[in-house]
């Protein structure tokens, strides 16, 4: 069985970080809602337990609660921030709801450790670590001594050794805490006794063993999108089950320029499987015609992409088993809002009624996307596939804007082609998260040759995010704009005038539609 540590959520925002920092240290963990039956981590066994952070309470009777048998399982936890508060007010302790703002702290907050404790122990006496509160502990419960302090906080840390139970209330996951990342380790290690095997080699070779005895001598059908997620799937179960693996990919020709034969030749050459791709460009564009609503033309291609992919594989693949690149961050509980409301596993709504496979494999189900893309390279995909920029799943339909035509989409392709060859050459491409052209839709005047002309305006956009929720918008460096304007006017047939966007998130989004 591998070694497990439970990521409790009680509905606090660095919950992943707090799981990926657990697996940065090769310890496999999972995050579970706080409405997981104490049955449930019985049967886990799991090496410890740590409690997130929330928004709430523990005086409202509305905040979550956990019931204090988890303290007596002997695993050992680690509370961070209203994890922490939920601990001491369980077993005892007193939390003080703060009326008012003079205890609260945000942000930074100079912090003295006690290195007697296994946490501290590899730390300096003094540091900063990053606290978000409002409550605080006034008092540790009986068994427990206070191992860290603030100017503002009583208990800015608690341990009670021979339990094995400990809390902090600053946040040791996020990068500004000093030495944030030494006291997760000291957990893990000297607290729990984690051994720290979780490492994708051993990922790659367990799954790939497991999928084999899944499958047997049967076959599996794999819907290939291109994206780093299904690509690395189709990476992993080709090694497990080579050609019994069929990838379908439907090319419905609104794709970046040579993508759809970039995808086929990287797992025709590369990779051993049946591999069927369906060109379907005409089809789309002529359901498309005419049509210049986003929301309209979004839904068509959603339909009509759904319509093309389970006719075939109801035509020639309707059995064995079906497998997609679920990852992670796809299928977590949030403890947030209403904890009962398990968010729905995408493969249930998309495969239909009428075509029962055996079984569905997800073999990416329990990482994270960073650890998908170190699988990828492990496998030998190329990094430019593994390392991908999003793209949005009705392609370049969204990008052009008003009617979709083939013209219009070699056009819009060209663009980008060149948008992506100058960022590569001039290095500025690692500076950014996102960079794509957009068609407006928008016809200027210029005068090329002497001669009037009358043609398409070409966005750019560019943005810098780490999650995508909000985005600044990139600032390129003048020379490099001046040589995209200059090359995407004279490369690109029906385009005289180039234009940057300058809109973050918000108020605009990364997308025009
Ligand atoms: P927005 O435009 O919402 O985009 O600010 C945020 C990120 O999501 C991508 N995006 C999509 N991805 N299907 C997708 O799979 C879509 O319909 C879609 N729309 C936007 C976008 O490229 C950006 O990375």
Redesign the pocket.
């Known amino acids: 069985m591998k070694e497990t540590v439970i990521v409790l959520d009680f509905g606090g925002q660095y919950n992943q970080l707090i799981a990926r920092r657990v697996r940065e240290c090769n310890v496999y963990c999972e995050i579970l809602p706080y409405t997981v039956k104490p049955e449930k981590i019985r049967e886990i066994a799991p090496k410890g337990i740590i409690f997130t952070g929330g928004p709430n309470s523990v005086y409202d009777p509305a905040s979550p609660h956990y019931p204090p048998e988890i303290f007596e399982l002997g695993i050992p936890i680690l509370g961070i921030c209203y994890g922490c508060q939920l601990m001491a007010y369980s077993l005892g302790g007193n939390v003080i709801s703060a009326t008012d703002n003079s205890v609260s702290e945000y942000g930074k907050a100079e912090t003295d450790y006690n290195n007697d404790c296994v946490i501290f122990k590899s730390l300096p006496g003094h540091g900063v670590s990053w606290m978000s509160h409002r409550d605080y502990i006034d008092r540790v419960p009986d068994g427990f001594r206070v191992t860290a302090t603030t100017a503002n906080c009583p208990v800015a840390a608690m341990a009670n050794d021979e339990k094995k139970l400990y809390g902090v209330q600053f946040h040791p996951e996020v990068n500004h805490t000093e030495g944030g990342r030494e006291m997760l380790r000291s957990f893990l290690f000297d607290v729990c006794g984690c051994k720290g095997e979780w490492k994708m080699d051993s990922f790659i070779e367990d799954t790939v063993a497991q999928i084999k005895a899944q499958v047997g001598d049967r076959g599996v059908v794999l819907g290939l999108s291109g994206g780093v997620d299904s690509s690395v799937a189709a990476a992993l179960l080709s090694r497990a089950v080579g050609r019994q693996l069929t990838c379908v990919f439907v090319d419905q020709g609104l794709m970046r320029k040579n993508e759809g034969d970039f995808v086929e030749n990287t797992f025709t050459k590369l990779f051993d499987m049946n591999f069927v791709r369906i060109n379907c460009q005409e089809e789309f564009l002529s359901k498309l015609k005419g049509v210049c609503d986003p929301e309209e033309k979004?839904n068509i291609i959603g339909t009509e992409f759904y319509n093309v992919f389970w006719n075939k594989i109801r035509d020639s693949y309707g059995s064995g088993f079906f497998a997609q690149g679920t990852i992670y961050p796809d299928r977590i509980e949030s403890g947030k809002g209403d904890a009962a409301k398990i968010k729905t596993h995408h493969n249930q709504v998309g495969v239909p009624k009428d075509i029962k496979f055996e079984g569905i494999i997800e073999p990416l189900k329990d990482l994270f996307k960073d650890e998908v893309r170190a699988v990828g390279e492990k496998l030998g995909l190329p990094r430019e596939l593994v390392w991908r920029q999003?793209?949005?799943?009705?392609g370049l339909g969204?990008r052009v804007i008003g009617e979709i035509t083939a013209e219009r989409v070699k056009t819009l392709q060209e663009a980008d082609a060149i948008l992506r060859d100058e960022m590569e050459k001039c290095g500025y491409a690692k500076e950014l998260s996102?960079f794509f052209v957009v068609l407006p839709g928008v016809k200027t005047v210029g005068v090329m040759g002497d001669a009037r002309t009358y043609d398409e305006l070409v966005a750019i956009r560019a943005v810098t995010t780490d999650d995508?929720m909000t985005a600044d918008w990139a600032k390129i460096p003048y020379d490099i704009l001046g040589r995209l304007s200059n090359r995407i006017i004279n490369e690109c047939e029906h385009v005289n005038r180039v234009v940057y966007d300058i809109t973050s998130?918000p108020p605009g989004?990364?997308?025009w539609e």
């Open positions: 979004r999003p793209f949005p799943g009705p969204v996102q995508f998130k989004t990364v997308e």
